[in-house]
T-cell receptor, first 116, second 115 residues
């Protein structure tokens, strides 16, 4: 089975540009998470969805960030306008919701964003 | 407040030796789960092992075992017979009923295996 698929793997953009990161979770997983990882702050949860509905977006840094999950197989994280401090690796992860599930997260390979 | 502490920012270990990576946690909830993830230089996060707070036995997965000491609130990862491919960042994380599926993450330990 395919794992969590993220695109693009690498993105270099200029300050002020719009950035859209994409994620396809593992089929059948009910939970989807967006994380950001930086050297300074480690792993930060930005937002997570359950059955396509945003449950907790308290980690979203500011209004420049938005996330959507229009269906069970696709989610986007958008930054508009981007700033150099947004440079980070952005991870998407998914998790099943089933009896006995430990809550293990399955991560994508990440999208490395550099904002110049 | 819930917290995960990994006190070893970096470790060097000789190949084939056993490795213990420290993790202590803090929570007042009796129900929680502890996770270890590996992040090699390629960047992906790989799930290694899970321990539930009510599990009677320490979790094991191949060369990985979790030394769970509930009274001390520690959940150390033990890697037996280390290999060069074990060189990576290792993260300890905790989940509990305070927020469904939200994980609290440690800062990580960078492990380097020497040949």
């Amino acid at each position: 089975d395919a794992g969590v698929i993220q695109s693009p793997r690498h993105e270099v953009t200029e300050m002020g540009q719009e950035v859209t990161l994409r994620c396809k979770p593992i089929s059948g997983h009910d939970y989807l998470f967006w994380y950001r990882q930086t050297m300074m702050r480690g792993l930060e949860l930005l937002i997570y969805f359950n059955n396509n509905v945003p449950i907790d977006d308290s980690g979203m840094p500011e209004d420049r960030f938005s996330a959507k999950m229009p269906n069970a197989s696709f989610s986007t994280l958008k930054i508009q306008p981007s700033e150099p401090r947004d440079s980070a690796v952005y991870f998407c992860a998914s998790s099943p919701n089933s009896p006995g599930n430990t809550g293990e997260l399955f991560f994508g390979e990440g999208s490395r964003l550099t904002v110049l | 407040a819930q917290k995960i502490t990994q006190t070893q920012p970096g470790m060097f270990v000789q190949e084939k030796e056993a490795v213990t990576l420290d993790c202590t946690y803090d929570t007042s909830d009796p129900s929680y789960g502890l996770f270890w993830y590996k992040q090699p230089s390629s960047g992906e996060m790989i799930f290694l092992i899970y321990q539930g707070s009510y599990d009677q036995q320490n979790a094991t997965e191949g060369r990985y075992s979790l030394n769970f000491q509930k009274a001390r609130k520690s959940a150390n990862l033990v890697i037996s017979a280390s290999q060069l491919g074990d060189s990576a960042m290792y993260f300890c994380a905790m989940r509990g009923p305070w927020s469904n599926y939200q994980l609290i993450w440690g800062a990580g330990t960078k492990l380097i295996i020497k040949p």
